[in-house]
């Protein structure tokens, strides 16, 4: 990503770039308000009817974290020139036709930074835009498109990890913690990829599988809750990447008790789910490692009846 000075008339601490924003729904529509918010001019790539409600009205946050506010952004049905930052942020199970919107040329210079559910997207990105070119990430946040343009940002945190060379990524970093968004850089891609899968399978398969948030899960449904955190935590642990089951416990403890998963947002608006790319994949690598995990097992095939 380029990284040129601030000029006089630019006196931020880190340079105003073009963003493009593939799926701007929650966490998308949310990522490119603050963006433009900051300063940096923001491109969205959505389907014709949001494209035009996005150039008119723009996007509107309505955010304890953040306030209440109204950004610009242009929009269109497709990128149609180069920019230095792409984030791509559609759900796994949109992802082949959306990135028909994105031709490779107009990334090569930049960097594609995916914010999926999952762990098996990388891939398919980087078979499609090159391995350089895609940055692995995960971001932790419970965020809604209510509307086309409209966003309900309702956790008291917006926070990314970014996963590769440091010297690549830090201006990255610089420009999400510039926009509000507490972003690090970590190293370890499989790590990374990990640690959100293990806390987001239990998190979206039981919030689903029930109806419920995610408080009435771990107080009505904690034996199984603890089970599915102990098998995600050993398949992880199996990949390479470490997991601390009482850790992950306390973290769902601590969590918002009126909680929803987006699994469960989709399933309540009879949206296609999001099952393969998470319990699907837990399920894949388990099998790969000859690792036993009934509850997920039972779970995924419930949710897939």
């Keep these: 990503m380029p990284t040129p000075p601030a000029t006089p008339d630019d006196p931020a601490p880190y340079p105003r770039i073009t963003v493009a924003v593939l799926g701007p729904g929650g966490v998308g529509g949310l990522l490119a308000a603050l963006l433009s918010r900051a300063g940096h001019r923001v491109v969205c790539v959505a389907s014709a009817e949001t494209a035009d409600m996005l150039r008119r009205d723009g996007i509107r946050v309505h955010s304890g974290q953040f ?10 049905t497709e990128l149609r020139e180069p920019v230095d930052l792409c984030f791509v942020t559609v759900k796994h199970t949109a992802l082949d036709a959306a990135l028909e919107r994105v031709l490779p040329g107009l990334v090569a210079d930049g960097l594609v930074v995916p914010l999926l559910n999952g762990i098996e997207h990388l891939d398919a990105l980087r078979a499609r835009y090159g391995t350089r070119q895609v940055a692995a990430a995960v971001i932790r946040v419970e965020s809604t498109r209510t509307a086309p343009g409209v966003v309900e940002h309702g956790s008291p945190f917006t926070e990314i990890d970014l996963a590769g060379p440091p010297e690549r990524l830090a201006p990255v970093a610089a420009l999400l913690t510039g926009a509000g968004i507490r972003t690090r850089v970590v190293e370890d891609e499989t790590t990374a990829l990990w640690a959100k899968l293990a806390f987001l399978a239990p998190f979206a398969l039981l919030t689903t599988r ?21 098998e995600a935590a050993q398949v992880s642990a199996a990949c390479g990447a470490p997991a601390d089951p009482e850790r992950a416990m306390a973290l769902y403890d601590a969590f918002p008790a009126g909680g929803k998963s987006s699994m469960l947002r989709d399933a309540e608006a009879g949206r296609p789910l999001e099952l ?7 399920l894949r690598a388990a099998d790969r490692h000859g690792i036993p995990v009934p509850v997920a097992a039972r779970l995924v095939a419930d949710l897939s009846g």
């Design 210 to 230: 029930y109806r419920l948030t995610i408080g009435e899960v771990r107080t009505a449904h904690r034996d199984e809750l603890t089970a599915l955190v102990a």
């Design 67 to 76: 306030g209440d506010f109204t950004a610009r952004v242009d929009a269109d």
């Design 276 to 282: 393969d790319a998470i319990g699907g994949a837990l």
